[in-house]
């Protein structure tokens, strides 16, 4: 089946820093890929989606200039929190399908983000 | 998007048979019904995903009835690594622009 890998799996830094997190579709190309915050206790709520070689379309509420999103190839997506604060802390999970062979969504393990 | 509606948690013991209900009134014709579960700091793992009337793979059922305005997942025999939150998605996967939106979903608790 489908697998996405997501990178690291959990990162703790330092409040002002930036981190990035990676999110690799493994054995298909992923056409679209989208990006989830989740709070303890909370569902998953979407950040952005993002379509190979195009710029990512972000939900209402979510800063664009905070978390960047790259999705240069068909099978790798970056989300970098910059100037990270410890409300930042949350879980981040990707997502990824591909419309070419109906690839459906297939979630990567999450990164759990702490800011210190 | 189809709005959905399910239980937030549910209780169970070993080798019972879990069914979680979800409401989705305002279903459209092109729309999907899709199950995840997730554990504890994990993605969500799909589950089965169905149009109409009955679907069952290795894990699972779905049953649909005719007018789809809900479902149900049958979780049967459920053991304690059955403990997880399930989420019910209503929408057209096939779409160009589908974003997949999550509800509160069911928190449901096996014990022994």
């Known amino acids: 089946g489908a697998v996405v890998s997501q990178h690291p799996s959990r990162v703790i830094c330092k409040s002002g820093t930036s981190v990035k997190i990676e999110c690799r579709s493994l054995?298909?190309?992923?056409?679209?890929m989208f990006w989830y915050r989740q709070f303890p206790k909370q569902s998953l709520m979407l950040m952005a989606t993002?379509?190979?070689?195009?710029?990512?379309?972000?939900e209402q509420g979510v800063e664009k200039d905070k978390f960047l999103i790259n999705h240069a190839s068909l099978t790798l997506s970056t989300l970098t929190v910059t100037s990270a604060h410890p409300e930042d802390s949350s879980f981040y999970i990707c997502?990824?399908?591909?419309?070419?062979?109906?690839?459906?969504?297939?979630f990567g393990s999450g990164t759990r983000l702490t800011v210190v | 998007l189809a709005k959905t509606t399910q239980p937030i948690s549910m209780d169970s013991y070993e080798g019972q048979e879990v069914n979680i209900t979800c409401s989705h009134n305002?279903?459209?014709?092109?729309?999907?019904i899709t199950w995840y579960q997730q554990f504890p700091s994990q993605g969500p793992r799909f589950i089965i995903q169905?149009?109409?009337t009955k679907v069952t793979n290795e894990v699972a059922s779905l049953f649909i009835p005719a007018d789809r305005k809900s479902s149900t997942l049958s979780l049967p025999r459920v053991s304690l690594s059955d403990t997880a939150v399930y989420y019910c998605?209503?929408?057209?996967?096939?779409?160009?622009?589908?974003?997949?939106?999550f509800g509160a979903g069911t928190t449901v608790t096996v014990r022994a």
């Open positions: 997502s990824a399908i591909s419309r070419v062979g109906n690839v459906g969504y297939t």
């Open positions: 993002s379509n190979e070689g195009s710029k990512a379309t972000y």
């Open positions: 054995d298909f190309q992923a056409t679209t």
């Open positions: 305002n279903i459209a014709t092109n729309d999907y």
């Open positions: 998605l209503v929408g057209d996967v096939y779409r160009g622009d589908y974003k997949l939106s």
């Open positions: 169905g149009y109409k």
